[in-house]
């Protein structure tokens, strides 16, 4: 079966100092892969997808990037974070084909409190 | 552009009772996916029911069914038998099926809260 990991869990970072969240699906191969931001409230923020190596489609202009190093790891970074960095992120998968094309599931999600 | 509406920020009902959580989502397109995904305390999402816009019949899970109206554009959520573990917030979703890399546009969310 496939499973999705993102990690760390929790993450306190300092305004100006770097971010690395990482994510990666097993069992399967050639996915959909997503990075979604929840801030405080409700509403959940399509930051980044990729529906390969190294293709990055960015949703909204911000301090933070994207990277797929490999087909099954999906990457989130900034160089130098701001207050309103903060939140709560998601990173998702779905599959491009099958019974179940098209939908999207989520990893455990990291929360990152910037200070 | 795709837009996907939750009137309702709270709702409430007694344990074992049926309730329904409205969706309204404005598209173009003829065939995409509806979702409704439940996020607990824990925060994680989980997927509660896939609605496929070309299948007239609605989508059931156990004691969760949608009522799909394509034409009116609203994708109901009906919690049937409610327990205290259905306490959660509730986002509905929309998914092209072209092109757009299958991302997800969200509704603003419901908490539903369960009564004892």
């Known amino acids: 079966s496939q499973t999705i990991h993102q990690w760390p869990a929790t993450l306190v970072q300092p305004v100006g100092s770097p971010l690395s969240l990482e994510c990666t699906v097993e069992g399967t191969s050639n996915p959909n892969l997503y990075w979604y931001r929840q801030a405080a409230g409700r509403g959940l923020q399509l930051l980044f997808y990729?529906?390969?190596?190294?293709?990055i489609s960015s949703e909204v202009p911000q301090n933070l990037s994207a990277s797929r190093p490999q087909d099954r790891q999906f990457i989130l970074s900034s160089k130098k974070l701001l207050l309103s960095d903060s939140g709560f992120y998601l990173c998702a998968w779905s599959p491009k084909t099958g019974i179940m094309g098209n939908t999207i599931y989520f990893g455990e999600g990291s929360w990152l409190t910037v200070v | 552009a795709q837009t996907v509406t939750q009137s309702q920020p709270e709702m409430s009902v007694q344990e074992a009772e049926t309730v329904t959580l409205s969706c309204t989502y404005d598209t173009s397109e003829s065939d995409y996916y509806l979702f409704w995904y439940k996020q607990p305390p824990s925060r994680q999402m989980i997927l509660v029911i896939r609605q496929e816009a070309y299948k007239q019949q609605n989508a059931t899970e156990n004691r969760f069914s949608v009522n799909f109206q394509k034409a009116a554009k609203s994708f109901s959520l009906k919690i049937s038998d409610s327990q205290l573990g259905d306490a959660a917030m509730y986002f509905c979703a929309y998914s092209a099926i072209y092109n757009q890399g299958g991302k997800l546009i969200f509704g603003q969310g419901t908490e539903l809260s369960v009564k004892p």
């Open positions: 990729s529906v390969g190596i190294g293709q």
